[in-house]
């Protein structure tokens, strides 16, 4: 169980368009989703904690016009990376955990497999 | 803001022999988790940890809390091929947000 999939698994576009990925949670609700950023050979950076039917919480030093989240039913959120540079790219992974009242506030997070990006 | 390093950051063994990663955070955890990620892969979750001195065992994988509640330990008896991968600590603060900070990782290569 708790399964995440996240998609696109991997996109290529060109520098100025807009990407969007999805996170998806399978097989049960999550209030909260996570995105994360991973550099080659680094660890994941938390970039934002998205919210159910509210505004998405950025982490300090990330753009919140940049990079727009959306949370916009229990099982969906989506992050946009907005006029995309080669600076963004990288490996965007999310994560979400099943809502607390079901299994605890300390329940584990699940991944999805994440999104390289490579912008040209 | 909160901060969490592990050491050390490689670790080359020879199949058979132990490996141990240490975790440190800069403020007191409410819990810590351990995942571990294999090449090209996404974060997979080992185990959590919650109690002060806690130790929990997985075969021949044992973790460690803390007393102060503010570092782990993560040690592999008998390595063995299959644990190659990147070990990483997430430690929750204990405050009201429950945010997850990743740890910097530890990258483990076993040489057959």
């Known amino acids: 169980g708790a399964v995440v999939s996240q998609h696109p698994s991997w996109v290529i576009c060109k520098s100025g368009t807009s990407v969007k990925i999805e996170c998806r949670s399978l097989?049960?609700?999550?209030?909260?989703m996570f995105w994360y950023r991973q550099f080659p050979k680094q660890s994941l950076m938390l970039m934002a904690t998205?919210?159910?039917?509210?505004?998405?919480?950025?982490e300090q030093g990330v753009e919140k016009d940049k990079f727009l989240i959306n949370h916009a039913s229990l099982t969906l959120s989506t992050l946009t990376v907005t006029s995309a540079h080669p600076e963004d790219s990288s490996f965007y992974i999310c994560?979400?955990?099943?809502?607390?009242?079901?299994?605890?506030?300390?329940?584990?997070?699940?991944f999805g497999n994440g999104t390289r990006l490579t912008v040209t | 803001g909160q901060q969490v390093m592990q050491i050390p950051q490689y670790q080359h063994v020879q199949e058979g022999e132990d490996f141990t990663t240490y975790c440190n955070s800069s403020?007191?955890?409410?819990?810590i988790q351990w995942y571990k990620q294999r090449p090209g892969g996404h974060p997979v979750f080992l185990i959590q940890?919650?109690?002060?001195?806690e130790v929990k065992k997985q075969k021949r994988l044992t973790f460690q809390f803390g007393e102060a509640k503010k570092n782990s330990s993560l040690h592999i008896t008998a390595t063995q091929t299959t644990d190659v991968g990147t070990y990483f600590c997430?430690?929750?603060?204990?405050?009201?947000?429950?945010?997850?900070?990743f740890g910097t990782g530890t990258k483990l290569q076993v040489i057959p």
């Open positions: 403020t007191t955890l409410s819990n």
């Open positions: 998205s919210n159910e039917g509210s505004k998405a919480t950025y």
């Open positions: 940890l919650v109690k002060s001195g």
């Open positions: 097989d049960f609700q999550a209030t909260t």
């Open positions: 997430a430690g929750m603060n204990s405050g009201g947000y429950q945010k997850v900070t």
């Open positions: 994560s979400a955990r099943p809502q607390a009242l079901l299994t605890g506030l300390n329940s584990p997070l699940h």
